[in-house]
């Protein structure tokens, strides 16, 4: 007979973790700050901002601000392969917050473990959590790729290296070689009979869900025309 979990142990457990959350939150900016007037100190700090124009700053703020904004109506779009509905509120924030992880910790990859995580919260299994987080990355990385060889004639008059360049655009083929492999991995892991199966279900994980995406029209435009968007809003807030 399966025991039945009272609603009042999971309203606490549930409570429990958002206090702890919001907990860790505060403890982690307190400890950066911290670490910036330790090392850097609050006068240098200030005489930084002091310095800022005001206007760029503005500008920059509501780059970032849509650039978000865009990026968390994407990985709605993303995880409607997944039948996951998620509020925007809940998309923006844990965009925000990945962004915020991804600049703190040495690899990009913590930003996306937080939002698989607090996907997972919601009731989605791991393993669906997981796999909206990776086809929102490879839709990012893909767009990013189209970005640059729409992009490759201007680069080649501002790149003065064609060794450089040269590597530029094999930058670019090897990501769409790599996603073109992901559309097709497990289908040809399934053809080989040497490799163990432990390997093809790995593979069919990864390759299915991308398919889901991409090979649905609708889904697949709107992702990559996101991204793209997003990408080209990061070079403006550069220059």
Sequence with gaps: MTRQIPKTSFKRSKL????SFVIFK????AAILFYLIKNIGFESILGKFID????LLLVA??????????????????LRVFD??????FSLANVYFGNF????LPSNLGGDVVRAWRLHGLGTSIGRSVSGV???????LVGLAMVVLITLPLAYQIILDLKAYIVLVGIVL???AGFIAILVLDHATRLTPFIPEKIKQEAAKLGEPVRMLFLTRRYAISTLGLAMLIHFLTALMVL
């Design 174 to 176: 090897a990501v769409f």
């Design 52 to 55: 800022i124009d005001p206007i």
């Design 61 to 78: 703020i509501l780059i970032e601000t849509l650039s978000v904004y865009l990026a968390a109506q994407k990985w709605r779009i993303a």
């Design 101 to 104: 992880v991804n600049q703190v």
């Design 134 to 140: 990776v086809v929102d990355r490879v839709a990012a």
């Design 26 to 29: 505060i403890a982690l900016s």
């Design 16 to 19: 429990f973790g958002n206090v």
């Design 84 to 89: 996951i509905k998620v509020s925007l509120r």
